[in-house]
């Protein structure tokens, strides 16, 4: 998958509400960690946060930029 793909359809994927397809483009063993809550959380743990985000706030995201490519990372502003 191209980076501009990978970025489009995971906003799209936030814009839609759809903690599912947000968890999707993530590793599935991968441990994330939450800044607003200085804690590590697993994918499904994550997942199910996104349920209770998303049944509360429905914000909504586009692309601000260009999007930057490295050997390993992806990184854009939304």
């Known amino acids: ?3 501009n793909e990978f970025v489009n359809d995971f906003i799209d994927a936030w ?3 759809d903690a599912k397809g ?4 993530l590793s599935s063993n991968g441990i994330y960690f939450d ?3 200085d804690e590590k959380i697993s994918r499904p743990d994550l997942t199910q946060y996104l349920y209770e985000l998303f049944s509360r706030e429905k914000h909504q995201y586009q692309l601000v930029g260009d999007i930057l ?5 992806i990184a854009y502003q939304y």
């Open 15 to 17: 814009n839609q509400h």
């Open 69 to 73: 490519v490295g050997q390993s990372t």
């Open 35 to 37: 800044r607003l809550f």
């Open 22 to 25: 947000v968890a999707s483009f």
């Open 1 to 3: 998958m191209q980076a």
